[in-house]
Nanobody
Framework: QVRLVESGGGSVQAGGSMRLACTVS????????MGWFRQYPGKEREGLAV????????YYADSVKGRFTISQDNAKNTVYLQMDSLKPEDTAMYLC??????????????????????WGQGTQVTVSS
């Protein structure tokens, strides 16, 4: 019922920028925390950024702080991740997640004081040197 669809991934050269989008249906993002994660091949998901817009709350992992910016448009029910100064080590699958859901969710994860139980399929970002 809750669906998250990421878009905007692709290939970019180091130092470049990309903006990812996560469009959400069956769920109102304005009252909840939304997050962006990434996953390297063979690794677990890594939290990158969280936003709870109505609380004026954002949180960033040290690895992306100052380079990535999370935002959302409630009217479009869409969350964004603006990525600047991209590095080759940013190459990963980027996933959008929404707060809530079952703790038994297959992709459920806790990060930044929130539990994320709703996930998109991910969008690949490749940064070349």
């Amino acid at each position: 019922q809750v669906r998250l669809v990421e878009s905007g991934g692709g290939s970019v050269q180091a130092g470049g920028s990309m903006r990812l989008a996560c469009t959400v249906s069956g769920y109102t993002i304005g009252n909840n925390a939304m997050g962006w994660f990434r996953q390297y091949p063979g690794k677990e998901r890594e939290g990158l950024a969280v936003i709870q817009a109505n609380a004026g709350f954002t949180y960033y992992a040290d690895s992306v702080k100052g380079r990535f910016t999370i935002s959302q448009d409630n009217a479009k029910n869409t969350v964004y991740l603006q990525m600047d100064s991209l590095k080759p080590e940013d190459t990963a699958m980027y996933l959008c997640a929404a707060e809530g859901g079952s703790i038994f969710a297959a992709k459920g994860a806790g990060w930044a004081g929130r539990f994320f139980g709703y996930w998109g399929q991910g969008t690949q970002v490749t940064v070349s040197s």
